[in-house]
T-cell receptor, first 110, second 115 residues
Framework: GQNIDQPTEMTATEGAIVQINCTYQ??????LFWYQQHAGEAPTFLSY????GLEEKGRFSSFLSRSKGYSYLLLKELQMKDSASYLC???????????FGPGTRLSVLP | DGGITQSPKYLFRKEGQNVTLSCEQN?????MYWYRQDPGQGLRLIYY???????QKGDIAEGYSVSREKKESFPLTVTSAQKNPTAFYLC??????????????FGPGTRLLVL
């Protein structure tokens, strides 16, 4: 079966660092994607991993371990505008579909 | 500008009524998708299409129908058989897997409400 798990909610302070974890069990793997979604809006693409290791894009980094079925999104120097839901998704074996986790709602406090 | 458009932004459905949500893309993507999102939840796949004139059911296809007559367009009809249609509907598109990691691109969404 397909299963992707993320924490439901997280809270952090402005200027801090937060790590959002994602574990997955899917029928195949063709990449893991992170999206940001503000309330009432569409998801926007943040980061992508297909090989093990860390990908860095400015304040955002994403890590992947395929053997452990594990990824995390690291957000540095948190800003109030980072308050949003963060969705983890895996592209399946045949590249046909993206399987989404439930999302993690991050609240950044002053 | 390339992108995905969805219309309308808000849609109201009466009991027993079918409604159609529009999705158009000019990104020249082969694959298109429809997702449903309920408050505080993740995205659930309704239907997807990898190529014109072909589409497949997703996890929650009951009460919905689609067509893919043109590469650019993938309309979703919410039929009267869908008893709980109130949700946020998102359309997305992507290219096939190339090994380079093509993501999905999302439209702005349509919020459907039942009167």
């Amino acid at each position: 079966g397909q299963n992707i798990d993320q924490p439901t909610e997280m809270t952090a302070t402005e200027g801090a660092i937060v790590q959002i974890n994602c574990t997955y069990q899917t029928s195949g793997f063709n990449g893991l994607f992170w999206y940001q979604q503000h309330a009432g809006e569409a998801p926007t693409f943040l980061s992508y991993n297909v090989l093990d290791g860390l990908e860095e894009k400015g304040r955002f980094s994403s890590f992947l371990s395929r053997s452990k079925g594990y990824s995390y999104l690291l957000l540095k120097e948190l800003q109030m505008k980072d308050s949003a839901s963060y969705l983890c998704a895996v592209r399946d074996n045949y590249g046909q579909n993206f399987v989404f986790g439930p999302g993690t709602r991050l609240s950044v406090l002053p | 500008d390339g992108g995905i458009t969805q219309s309308p932004k808000y849609l109201f459905r009466k009991e027993g009524q079918n409604v159609t949500l529009s999705c158009e893309q000019n990104l020249n993507h082969d694959a298109m998708y429809w997702y449903r999102q309920d408050p505080g939840q993740g995205l659930r796949l309704i239907y997807y299409s990898q190529i014109v004139n072909d589409f497949q059911k997703g996890d929650i296809a009951e009460g919905y129908s689609v067509s893919r007559e043109k590469k650019e367009s993938f309309p979703l009809t919410v039929t009267s058989a869908q008893k709980n249609p109130t949700a946020f509907y998102l359309c997305a598109s992507s290219t096939p897997v190339t090994g380079v990691g093509e993501t999905q691109y999302f439209g702005p969404g349509t919020r459907l409400l039942v009167l």
